[in-house]
Structures are given as C-alpha cells and as structure tokens.
C-alpha cells in the first residue's frame, strides 16, 4: 500500500481498495449458502456479476501443510473438485462462465447471472458467496535503520532464498533487478465494461519470461518498486544502496488488470485493480512452486476493507494459511488511511505477516494505518527504489514498509533454514525496537519496529567483525555544563558496538556499519585529552584502535571591576566561547533565577572572544555577568561578583572630543569632552598632565589647551581622572595634531583635453570635506567640476580633462561642505592643442609577393588626424583617413616589382605634428615548387619542396593530373602557420598520367605555384 512522494508524477495522496474503505469492527459471517441482496441487485442490473464461491467439504479446509500425510492432501483436493464440479453443473450453462478453478484452497471463481445466483443460494455445496473485488494498490537510509547492512556485514543477504512479489508486475531487465526474476506469471481478467487483461499475451493468465512484465498504466511502477526494496541490488545498478535480501531471487506474479469502470476506479478511469480470485490464484502458483523456487515470503501490497480485529473470513485466509504451513510467510501492507485502530484486508488475516510504516526519524508514519494486532512496522516514509524504465523514485506508503519485512525473512531463512513462520517472526517482534504510535488521531498502539541483525543474532550464530575506527566528529570537544554527541565513522559496527570514551562505555546508537553516536556527559569532559574506541563483543568482535580527542578548556568571564558606583561602565571578557549563533550574554543580580537578567547581547555566530561594555543598574548590589548557550538558560560561565555601592564615584566615560584634531601650530583653543559620570572635581588630562578644567554638566566638561600642546604634529591622549573613592581615569580618547593639507598638481601647463591630477595630503578627513577644480579667477561658490574626498580619507588624488577653454585654473579644498577655502593648489596654465606626433602600431598586410598587383595598406596606430599620409620609402602615398587610430593607403603595383623591405611610416604636418617611427613592409619573391623526379613508377615516392611561402594559416599544397580544374587533386596538406619553407612526400598514384604539385593560398583555389610535372607510368 502506497503513498507516492510529491516528486513523482503518479498518483498523489492515498489510494484505497475501489468502492471506498470500510472500516469494520468485526468480521462478517455470512449465513451458509445465502447470496447477499447487493450481489442478486447488481446481477438484474448488469446481467452478471463476477463472485467467488466458497466451497463446502467434509471437515472445512485445513492448511496442505499442516498434513504430513500425501493422501489426505490428495483427499482434500479430490474434495474440493468434486464440490466445484457439482456446482458447476448446477448452474444454467447459459448464465455462467469459469473465471477461475482452483486446486488448493476450497474456492470457484465465476461470472454469474441472476438464475445462476439463485441456484448457487439453493445449493448444499455453497458456503458463501463473495464479490470478486477489486482491490488497489495502496501506494538509502531505510536499510541501515532497520540493521540491514549489519546483517550483510554477517554474511547473511538471502542468498539462496526467493521472495515472491504479487502486484502490478516486476521491470526484470531493471539494472537494480539484474538476474533476480527467475519466474514470472500473470493473472489478469477481462471482464465486459469492467476491465480489461493486461497479460502480455492479452490472455487471463500467462507463465513464463516476461509474464508479468508491468502494465501500461502509471500506477503499474508499483511492483518494480516493492520488488526493489525487496530484492534490489546496488551492485548491478552502480547505486550505493540495495534492497533489504540483496542477495535473493524474485518470483514475479503480476494480478492487476486494466479498469475501465469509472466508478469502480474512484470515477477516474482507467485504472489498475486487482480481482481478489486473480490474488488468491497468484497465492495458489506461488504455492504450487514454492518448494522448486525456494519461496520463503509472499509480498502483498494491495488493500481492501479494513477491521479492527482478526478478518479470518476473508477469501484470502485459505491460501495464506497453505503458504505458512510450508514455511511462506504472506507479508501485507497495513493500509494507508492513517487510522489508528484498524488494518486493512489481507493484512487482518491472523495468518498474514501485517506491517506498518515509520519514518526514519522512528516515528509513525501520518497515512499508516495501525491496529492492536498489528505485527511489525518498517521504513516506508519517502523510500527510494527502482522503477520500470531504468529509473529510480522516492514512493511512501505501508507498500513500502511490507517489502523491507519480506526481505528480513529471506535474510533470515537463509541464516535459520529450519524456522518457521512463527519462530521467525517471534524473533523479529522480540528484538525489534518498540514504536509507540502518538499521532493525534493514533491509537497509541505499541509495535516492535523490524531490527534485522539483533533478530539474526537471536536465531543464528553471527560473528561479529572487528570494529575499525577512522575517525571521531567533532574532531575536538569543549569542557562545559552540556552532554556532547560524537560522531564516530569507520567500519564493521553492529548493533553490539559500544564507543568508549577513556574507558568507559557511553550510551551508543548505531547509524549503519560505518557510524554510530555516543553521548559523552559534562563529567566526562575533564582534562585535556580523551580517549576513543569501539568494542564489539564476541563471537568475532574485538576492539579498534584509540584515537585522541583533544578537550579545551570551558568558558570563562572576566570583569573589568568588582566594586563599582551606580550606573557605572563595566567590561566583560569572554574567552573559550562555544560560537553559537544564539549563544548569548547577560548582566543579572546574583540571586537572580536564570530567566531573569537586567540587559543582554547575543555573542555573535563563530564569535568564541569577545568584550561587552554594559552601564550598571543604579540599586545597589552584587551583579554577575552569566554567559548562556543556543538561546536557553542552560547557563555556560559566570563571572565574578561585580558589586554596585552608593558610596563609590563612578568612573568617568569619555565619548566624543570636539574637536578631535586641529592644525599643527595653531593658537590654543578650547577642548569640549563628553562623555557620562563626570563630576564637579573631575580632571581633564593632556598626555597625563591636567588642563584648567571646567565642569559643565555630568556629561560635559572643558579644558583650556595652550598652543605649546599642539605646536607639533602627532597626537595626544585626553582622559578624565575623578577622585576616590571609586572614581579612576576613563580610556583615552585620541586628539590629533594633523599637517596643514596640500594640493599638488601634475603639471603647471597643460593642452586643452588632456588629463590633469592633483595629489591632496594632510586631508582633516570630513566626510563632507571636497576638492573642486576653477578658474583662479573665479570665487569660492564658481568651479567646472567637484568631487568629496571621502570620510576619514587624509590622502587622495584626483584627475579632471582640462577644459576647452584656455585659462588659467586651479584646484581648491573646502571642508565640510562649505565655502571657506582650506587649501589652494599652483595655477595650470590650459593652452589650445597642437597635433601630436603620430605613432604606427601595425600594418595589415606588411608583406607582399614581388610582381603582385596594386594594394590598400591599413595602418593601425595613435594621433591620427585628417593631414596624416602614409609614406613608402619617404614618398607619400594617397592617404584615406579613417580614424585617429587608422589611416588607409594605396600602393601601386610598382612599388611591388622587386625584392626588396620598404619602410613604411606616417607624417603629420606642422602645427605640431611630426613623423612616427617606420615599420618594415617585405616585397618577398614568389613561391617556388621543385620535385624530386619528373618521371616515376605507380606506388613509388614523390618529394615536392615548397620555397619561399607566403607562411599563411590556411595556405596549402595539392598533388593533381595536369589536367585537371584547381577544385581537382588527389592529394593534398595545409603548409602550416608561419611555415615558408617544407617538403611533401607523396606516393604515386597507380593511375598512369602527368601529375603536378600546385600551391594555393589562404583556402582557395588560386594557384600561386606550379611545380614541374610529373610522369607516372
């Protein structure tokens, strides 16, 4: 039973069995032979309705294998063919047909007609009579939490076992799946307006490869998945999991059909539905080849109506009680409607193996359903399994749950091939782990949750490997008031492993084979260092090596002052801090509960030292600083008592100095300190030496500073001393002496449109203090362009375009965003531009081949203006100006005739102006073809050496028949990149002919070279 995750494109929410669950808190007995009104209603209706019969034989059904002896097997089987022949041929042939005969269990699967039915009410062979239903199906870490991976490590996987999947078919060619399915069947029914087969071969049932294939249908992903979770095999698939039997076969048994009628498919059709005779005759084949097969479980995921006690009146109950007699247990899904009381049929029946779901955090999953009698629950909450197509997909659900528990029987099994049913299972509820259900809508129902190696060790004799420990997280603990959780990686841990911390065990979870979690108490965080290890004990077992965690030191708070005045300014230090981002301080009186303080900060995440400056309360007493972790009052630290008397002076604050710097040499002036806690006999100090001091106000005082204290530049300390008691000297507050600021400029004279910089030092640093670039002539309020120097900037530079207009300019500083002028640089004389020289920086081509015809010749380069030529070999050339970066030119044919380098160059004409520097242009001979012979065999080699090339990247050399067009070779090689000079080696063609080599430029078909030819015969 299923609940697709939200990632997945199928079904969402809780699919149910069809007509919709009912929930019953009894089973139903019906009267013997009676027909139910609904059954002979919908008959009328329809003209048929599709029931099973059960079957009256002497001494009712008893489970095949409760019989040890051959013939009264075959007693009871002749029994229950007689009574279906008998009520077969009661019937009117005419409103009949057999959908299923059975061998085993005392059951005729039919499509009945009104009369029919009335004649299966008046016959003594009858029971009862059911409504073949439909049912649905109800859809990495999960193993481990379940021990699987433990039991692995034992050397249990379900080797030799195979787990029979009936559902909505198996992808056998599934990587995950890979030579698992060893059979395959199908039951499936076509039923007029009902549904349709979805056998492969279109028929009601089908054996063999490929039988139960999955349906069409986007719920028909169902059964590659249980089959997965199962059986699945990561090895294969190149996934780091695998299902819980790894090493297991599968039995694929595919009994869904195609439903067509809306309403029996919810009103959504179609759909896929599972006839319960098709699942009764899937049970009854996988009975009948259980002991060829070595079946040791049944996984069914399909649900119908649920109940809250034992539903032993369901049609399945014969054949699951025939599978548990010859050791098959019928694993179930609970249902997915989330009750907290009842379970859904089949896994009601007392017989069956019935699983809930949980998450994997152990708690109830929310869609389970859950019941007194409820045998197990297992992972079922967002697993990840194979899916038909190659693929893999998280699906939830009890469906989910029921294959991890099919698994552990196959496990199982194999370690304790004697048990039965019962004694695995006994095993299985008598070490799983309880799971209480306290959902809200919960019964509060306790079952044991599937814990695969502790149920192993109870039935088998499993030796446990010897733990090996690689690693402990975190890698270094702190002392404190708070238990710590490690985290300890390596291999071969089992559910028996303990973690040692310096010899003794801790309290131990084991996370899979390769990490477990221990709980290390604050008693056990003393000294410097610990010791870790893993034990596992015997059979096996052993102890890994030691590794050494290193235990800092806890918290601490220091404070600045232990007796202090009312509303005095107190600093504490904390050091070791834990660094959480909710770890957080507070100031509270010393009989304080933790919950009560007077103020409090957050320390800040990662933040393990830091400083906090709080004032003190004004009531007298005794205060501590107390340091808390991660938002709670699980306090870490507490300083030593800070007390608050009345008769102590406070200890004066300073906050602001203003001003707080002045230009060196300036007259005396008059400092104004602020600050708190200042008193009528407080002092103002200069380097240590008081000033005439006058008070203000508790919060202001002021000092006469005489110019001999700031004759030079640096910088002095201002503090405030008052008198005891209490009283003391505040921090010191900085007072700079700073140089005059400068202006400096780049140049005194300077072109119109070129750059000019200026260079302020001794900035005060006012962060409205700018730099503004005017005519000397103009006044404070009139400039061309501004810029702010910058908060607490001292130093900058600064670069403007001189303006087009000549003058004489200037820069100036003003501070504070006023007028008043601080500091005026040297005037810059701007004059008009004269043309700069020219300079060349390429030529494009610059080089040519001797004879060629004329050429445009770009010249890339600066200061180009329209009167620039070109000049080949001084001789100017007509020129076309570009840009001031490009001039283009024409060369003609003549200049071109000889070998030769011209020098090519640009002139400006006056003003200014001038000549660039040359660049060499190559007038280089034609390219030349020689051959090695000119008269060779078929088969033998021709080397054609190539001279003087133009070196072009795409330039390249064809071998061809004399005759034949440019577009036409047999052969050919590009020359290379840079390359003049190289040889070819061909092999002659076996045509006979005249050949020649050719050379051609830059990818065309222009021939530039011909070599002699050559005869091939």
Not at 605 to 620: E, L, Q
Not at 899 to 920: C, D, E, K, R, Y
């Amino acid at each position: 039973m299923t609940v697709r995750a939200a990632t997945t494109r199928a079904w969402i929410g809780v699919l149910v069995f069809v007509c919709g669950t009912v929930v019953s808190g009894q089973s139903r007995a019906p009267q013997p032979g009676a027909v139910p009104a609904d059954l002979h209603a919908r008959a009328a209706r329809d003209g048929h309705v599709r029931v099973i019969v059960e079957l009256r034989i002497p001494g009712g059904h008893v489970a095949e294998g409760a019989m040890p002896e051959a013939a009264r097997v075959a007693a009871q089987r002749r029994a229950v063919g007689a009574a279906a022949d008998r009520v077969w041929s009661a019937l009117p042939a005419s409103d009949r047909r057999l959908v299923h005969r059975f061998t085993t269990v005392p059951y005729l699967a039919i499509e009945a007609g009104p009369a029919a039915l009335r004649a299966l009410g008046m016959s003594p062979d009858v029971a009862r009579v059911f409504e073949d239903a439909i049912a649905r199906p109800v859809l990495a870490e999960s193993v481990p939490l379940i021990q699987g991976d433990q039991a692995w490590a034992s050397g249990y996987d379900g080797a030799g076992t195979t787990i029979a999947v009936l559902d909505t078919g198996v992808d056998a060619s599934h990587p995950f799946l890979s030579g698992k399915v060893i059979e395959e069947a199908c039951f499936s029914s076509t039923v007029a307006g009902v549904s349709e087969s979805t056998c492969p071969g279109g028929t009601d049932q089908q054996f063999g490869p490929g039988a139960a294939a999955p349906c069409s249908l986007s719920d028909c992903l169902h059964g590659t998945h249980v089959a997965g979770i199962a059986a699945g095999s990561g090895a294969s698939a190149s996934q780091p999991f695998s299902g819980v039997a790894k090493g297991a076969h599968l039995m694929a048994v595919q009994v869904f059909s195609r439903i067509i009628d809306a309403q029996s498919c919810g009103l959504v059709a179609p759909c896929a539905g599972a006839f319960s005779s098709d699942i009764i005759a899937g049970l009854e084949r996988v009975y009948l080849r259980a002991a060829a097969l070595g079946v040791v479980a049944v996984n069914l995921s399909v649900g119908g109506t649920a109940f809250a006690a034992p539903c032993d009146d369901q049609p399945y109950k014969p054949a699951i009680d025939n599978l548990r007699s010859i050791g098959v247990a019928t694993v179930a899904a609970s249902g997915n409607d989330g009750f907290g009381t009842v379970i859904s049929s089949p896994a009601c029946i007392s017989s069956a193996i019935s699983v809930g779901s949980i998450d994997k955090t152990n708690e109830v999953s929310y869609f389970s359903n859950v019941a007194s009698f409820l045998s197990l629950f297992a992972p079922g909450d967002s697993i990840t399994s194979s899916v038909p197509g190659g693929g893999f997909a998280a699906l939830s659900g009890t469906s989910m749950a029921a294959p991890h528990v099919a698994g552990a029987f196959a496990v199982m099994r194999q370690a304790a091939p004697g048990a039965d049913v019962t004694a695995i299972l006994d095993a299985l509820r008598r070490t799983g782990k309880p799971i209480t259900d306290t959902r809200i809508f919960g019964g509060g129902v306790t079952a044991p949750r599937l814990s695969l190696f502790e149920a192993l060790a109870s039935i088998a004799t499993v030796f446990n490997p010897l733990p090996v420990l690689t690693s402990v997280s975190p890698a270094r603990v702190r002392a404190g008031t708070s238990p710590v959780s490690i985290r300890v990686t390596g291999s071969g841990f089992d559910v028996f492993s303990v973690a040692y911390w310096n010899g003794v065990p801790k309290p131990t979870t084991i996370v899979s084979t390769t990490e477990l979690q221990a709980v290390i108490s604050p008693a056990d965080l003393s000294g410097t260092t610990a010791r870790v290890f893993v034990s596992t004990p015997s059979p096996g077992g052993g102890t890994s090596a030691t590794v050494t965690v290193p235990i800092d030191p806890p918290p601490s708070l220091s404070v600045s002052a232990t007796t202090v005045a009312p509303s005095s300014r107190v600093t504490v230090t904390l050091a070791n801090g834990f660094g959480g981002s909710t770890d957080w301080l507070a100031l509270a009186s010393t009989s304080a509960p933790n919950s009560s303080y007077a103020t409090f900060t957050y320390v800040g995440a990662n933040i393990t030292d830091r400083t906090w400056t709080v004032t003190m309360p004004s009531t007298p007493g005794p205060y501590e600083f107390r340091y808390f972790l991660n938002n709670g009052y699980t306090r870490a630290a507490t300083s030593a008592a800070v007390t608050v008397d009345v008769a102590q002076n406070p200890a004066p604050v300073i906050s602001t100095l203003s001003p707080a710097s002045i230009g060196a040499g300036s007259p005396g002036f008059t400092l104004t300190v602020t600050g708190t806690s200042f008193m009528a006999t407080s002092v103002v100090q200069w380097n240590g030496t008081p000033r005439a001091t006058t008070f203000v106000s508790s919060t202001q005082l002021q000092a006469a500073i005489p110019a001999a204290d700031i004759a030079s530049p640096g910088t002095a300390a201002v503090t405030v001393v008052s008198a005891p008691p209490g009283g003391g000297t505040s921090g010191a507050a900085t007072f700079t002496m700073a140089l005059p600021p400068v202006l400096s400029v780049s140049t005194t004279s300077a072109l119109v449109g070129t750059p000019i910089t200026v260079t302020l030092t001794n900035s005060p640093g006012g962060s409205f203090d700018w730099l503004a670039f005017a005519l000397t002539s103009a006044a404070n309020t009139s400039y061309t362009s501004f810029v702010y120097v910058g908060a607490g900037v001292t130093t900058r530079t600064w670069t403007v375009t001189a303006p087009s207009t000549p003058g004489t300019y200037e820069f100036r500083l003003f501070l504070n965003n006023g007028y008043t002028r601080a500091a005026t640089s040297a005037p810059v004389a701007v004059t008009p531009p004269a043309s700069a020289a020219p300079a060349m920086t390429s030529i494009s081509p610059s080089r040519a081949m001797v004879g060629g015809a004329g050429l445009t010749l770009t010249v890339t380069g600066t200061e180009f203006v329209t009167t620039s030529i070109v000049m080949w070999n001084g001789v100017a050339r007509p020129t076309t100006f570009v840009s001031a970066t490009q001039l283009r030119a024409t060369i003609a044919a003549a200049d071109i005739a000889a070998v030769g380098t011209a020098s090519i160059s640009v002139l400006t004409p006056p003003p200014g102006g001038g000549t660039s520097s040359s660049l060499p242009f190559t007038i280089a001979p034609a390219p030349t073809l020689t051959v090695s012979a000119t008269m060779v065999a078929p088969g033998a080699s021709i080397t054609v050496t190539l001279q003087d090339g133009a070196g072009g990247q795409l330039d390249w050399l064809a071998f061809a028949l004399t005759s034949a067009a440019n577009t036409s070779y047999t052969n050919f090689v590009y020359v290379g990149a840079g390359v003049t000079t190289r040889t070819w080696t061909v092999t002659a063609p076996g045509t006979p002919g005249t050949y020649e080599f050719r050379l051609f430029f830059n990818n065309g078909y222009v021939r530039a070279a011909t070599s002699a030819p050559v005869t091939v015969k």
